[in-house]
């Protein structure tokens, strides 16, 4: 293919464009990655991206960067787009943690006759939690309320390995994905008294302490986004943990600018402040 350089060498943004001698194509160096079209220079990435490794507000973002809340919410959201499916390749293995935590839909408080019930109702919704020895980490949206058997196995059979030895609370639902994956069963009994029980269940206990303290970070999220935050905290607890290897921003920088994805959003539609 014959490449021939543009009469105006960079884009708006100051990257060098190219176009294609056999077909005009014009594209640049971002061409084909979530950076793609946009229209700030490269170093106001680096900047979100750092902020985005911290968990920090998007109006926050917006002023430390100098762009719109509304473009804050896009970048956010094409950043997370990277890490859809991330999770889909993570398979736990060895001695394997599993939990339920739960969040209020808060999507339901817009109802009329919406009212705050206690207990596990279906007011709640659940997410499945499982770490390993290894600190691998897996959280994945599982419907509303107490979860059963079938949703369980659903959420995590895909993430563990089959003879894994899992540690989990004794909840039946429990039982049915021990015995799927051919794991070796170790119930302990849940109680908070118990300082067996907690040491035990210590692990799976503080993942759901870190998730918690996580999505109570972005107040007023649409929950249609849910899953998107929980790839993105699964990917950013690995980047974390492998911190003193790799650095973690420019691990996040080359994931970017690497993976195959893309994010449309509609203004009309999509209303940053809930997001």
Not at 68 to 89: C, F, I, K, N, P
Not at 95 to 121: A, C, Q
Not at 161 to 169: L, M, N, R, T
Request: net charge positive; glycine share 6%; aromatic share 10%.
């Amino acid at each position: 293919m014959s490449i021939s350089l543009l009469t105006n060498t960079s884009t708006p943004a100051g990257h060098r464009a190219w176009s294609c001698g056999r077909c005009g194509r014009k594209f640049n160096s971002l061409t084909g990655t979530v950076f793609e079209n946009a229209k700030r220079a490269l170093w106001r990435w680096v900047v979100f991206i750092r902020l985005m490794c911290f968990n920090v507000q998007l109006d926050a973002c917006a002023e430390l960067c100098g762009i719109s809340h509304q473009t804050a919410w896009e970048w956010r959201h094409r950043v997370m787009a990277t890490v859809d499916g991330y999770q889909d390749r993570i398979v736990l293995g060895g001695k394997v943690w599993i939990d339920e935590m739960y969040v209020t839909d808060s999507d339901l408080k817009g109802d009329p006759g919406w009212r705050p019930k206690k207990g596990l109702s279906k007011n709640k919704i659940c997410i499945a939690v499982a770490i390993d020895a290894r600190k691998n980490v897996v959280a994945v949206r599982c419907g509303h309320g107490k979860p059963s058997a079938k949703r369980i196995k659903e959420a995590l059979l895909p993430h563990i390995a089959e003879g894994s030895e899992i540690f989990h609370d004794m909840e039946k639902s429990h039982r049915s994905l021990v015995e799927a994956v051919r794991g070796i069963d170790r119930p302990c009994k849940a109680d908070t008294r118990d300082p067996e029980y907690l040491e035990h269940m210590a692990m799976v206990n503080n993942l759901c302490s870190w998730v918690r303290r996580y999505l109570r970070g972005y107040v007023g999220m649409d929950l249609k986004y849910l899953q998107s935050y929980l790839n993105w905290y699964a990917y950013l607890f690995r980047v974390k943990r492998d911190d003193e290897k790799w650095p973690k921003v420019e691990r996040v920088l080359r994931h970017l600018f690497m993976a195959d994805a893309s994010f449309r959003s509609s203004r009309k539609r999509d209303n940053p402040y809930t997001g």
